[in-house]
T-cell receptor
Framework: NAGVMQNPRHLVRRRGQEARLRCSPM?????VYWYRQLPEEGLKFMVY????????ESGMPKERFSAEFPKEGPSILRIQQVVRGDSAAYFC?????????????????FGPGTRLTVL | EDQVTQSPEALRLQEGESSSLNCSYT??????LFWYRQDPGKGPEFLFT???AGEEKEKERLKATLTKKESFLHITAPKPEDSATYLC????????????FGRGTSLIVHP
């Protein structure tokens, strides 16, 4: 049973370019979450998506960042016109069901991350 | 204001020297508390989920416990391969399902 997959694992962009990060959730999981992690800082929530729906984007910067989880294919986190401050590790996590029930459905499973470097 | 505080920030142990990591939370209405392990350059690996005060869970040399204000991750007779950063996260009852993470405890176990 494959875990959460993210690609690319490393991404280098120059200032002003676009970065696209992809996430395929675990089999059977329909909920995807994106986080950003900076050195010496904790994981910061960015956005929560279900298929074709953004459920919570309260942690996402208002400009340049967008996310989608189409009916077919992986979830994509898009960063337009990247700046050096966008350099970080971006993690995707997935869970099986809507977080309305206790039990294993609450647990998020993380991918290996994409390390974005902006030159 | 931090809702989740982990201590210590860093911990160095000798192999076989048992110890505990702490995760305290100030939220009201805890729904769940999660422990993860993160190795350098990798994503967090799920360890435990705790829901109720008094609950305990074990996995190999690790044991997680939960009270109304904090959780402990006990490491018994650690080995060098237990070296990692251990992350704690909480979710709130009443509909807030997005976990808030602490900054982690960096554990190094020397052989």
């Amino acid at each position: 049973n494959a875990g959460v997959m993210q690609n690319p694992r490393h991404l280098v962009r120059r200032r002003g370019q676009e970065a696209r990060l992809r996430c395929s959730p675990m089999k059977g999981h329909s909920h995807v979450y994106w986080y950003r992690q900076l050195p010496e800082e904790g994981l910061k929530f960015m956005v929560y998506l279900q298929k074709e729906n953004i459920i919570d984007e309260s942690g996402m910067p208002k400009e340049r960042f967008s996310a989608e989880f189409p009916k077919e294919g992986p979830s994509i986190l898009r960063i337009q016109q990247v700046v050096r401050g966008d350099s970080a590790a971006y993690f995707c996590a997935s869970s099986p069901f809507f977080q309305g029930f206790q039990g294993d459905t609450d647990t998020q499973y993380f991918g290996p991350g994409t390390r974005l470097t902006v030159l | 204001e931090d809702q989740v505080t982990q201590s210590p920030e860093a911990l160095r142990l000798q192999e076989g020297e048992s110890s505990s990591l702490n995760c305290s939370y100030t939220v009201s209405g805890l729904r769940g508390l999660f422990w993860y392990r993160q190795d350098p350059g990798k994503g967090p690996e799920f360890l435990f989920t705790l829901y109720s005060a008094g609950e305990e869970k074990e996995k190999e040399r690790l044991k997680a416990t939960l009270t109304k204000k904090e959780s402990f991750l006990h490491i018994t007779a650690p080995k060098p391969e237990d070296s990692a950063t251990y992350l704690c996260a909480v979710t709130l009852s009443g509909g807030s399902y997005i976990p808030t993470f602490g900054r982690g405890t960096s554990l190094i176990v020397h052989p």
